[in-house]
């Protein structure tokens, strides 16, 4: 599970290992196998500060237990993508606070 954040919120994301081996380029397994107790593993660390795209189910867990969290089915960290998606979310933002008057 990572809570993934923007300036206007966070949400916990669980990603499965065939999702999370993609990301680091090895498995969940692997990675707590060679992980030094105490040490935050460097493809974990790599991940702060930076920006990716999930695609996640839109419906919560239903488990009132936990908080809600949300599965992700899909990640992209090509860099051209996610700057493609940025500058048309911010155009798209920009027109709907130009037309609200906010």
């Known amino acids: 599970m990572v809570r993934a ?28 196998q060679t992980a030094v107790p105490g040490v935050l593993p460097s493809q974990i660390s790599g991940l702060v500060d ?4 999930f695609k996640v189910e839109a419906k919560p867990n239903a488990n009132q237990r936990f908080e809600q969290s949300f599965r992700v089915r899909k990640i992209c960290a090509d860099a051209e993508i996610v700057k ?5 979310w911010e155009r798209e933002e920009a027109i ?7």
Do not use: P, W, Y
């Open 5 to 32: 954040m923007d300036n206007t919120d966070s949400a916990i994301l669980v990603i499965f290992d065939r999702d999370a081996t993609l990301l680091f380029g090895e498995s969940c397994a692997n990675l707590l």
């Open 96 to 102: 709907f606070l130009k037309n609200t008057n906010v």
């Open 84 to 88: 493609q998606f940025k500058d048309k």
């Open 50 to 53: 930076r920006t990716l795209l």
